[in-house]
Nanobody
Framework: QVQLVESGGGLVQAGGSLRLSCVAS????????MGWFRQAPGKEPEFVAG????????RYADSVKGRFTISRDNAKNTVYLQMNSLKPEDTAVYYC???????????????????WGQGTQVTVSS
């Protein structure tokens, strides 16, 4: 079992920055692909970013490329999402997820991730 706990959400003005953190329990964290998803009110959850076990492969949604950066520290069992140049349309609940079936291939398919955190709210005001 893996438990994921997100933090770092909050209210920020457009153009501002936030860094989300996700701490994982369990000794096999470093073996998993990790991802961030988000869900805005009335919308389906969407993939934001993912990272392979070593951090050598990353993948981003087109809507966040060049603004968001995903990284991980396996020694701390933590994955991060640095969010810069935030826009009101980035407002959503952000979820951390683990894909225990993969180490290197980063998928954007929500159903492939089998462990999820409780989410953290990000609100960007205009």
């Amino acid at each position: 079992q893996v438990q994921l706990v997100e933090s770092g959400g909050g209210l920020v003005q457009a153009g501002g920055s936030l860094r989300l953190s996700c701490v994982a329990s369990g000794r096999t964290f470093s073996s998993y692909v990790m991802g961030w998803f988000r869900q805005a009110p009335g919308k389906e959850p969407e993939f934001v970013a993912g990272i392979s076990w070593s951090g050598g492969t990353t993948r981003y949604a087109d809507s966040v490329k060049g603004r968001f950066t995903i990284s991980r520290d396996n020694a701390k069992n933590t994955v991060y999402l640095q969010m810069n140049s935030l826009k009101p349309e980035d407002t959503a609940v952000y979820y951390c997820a683990a894909d225990s079936g993969r180490k290197m291939v980063v998928t954007d398919q929500r159903e492939q991730y089998d462990y999820w955190g409780q989410g953290t709210q990000v609100t960007v005001s205009s």
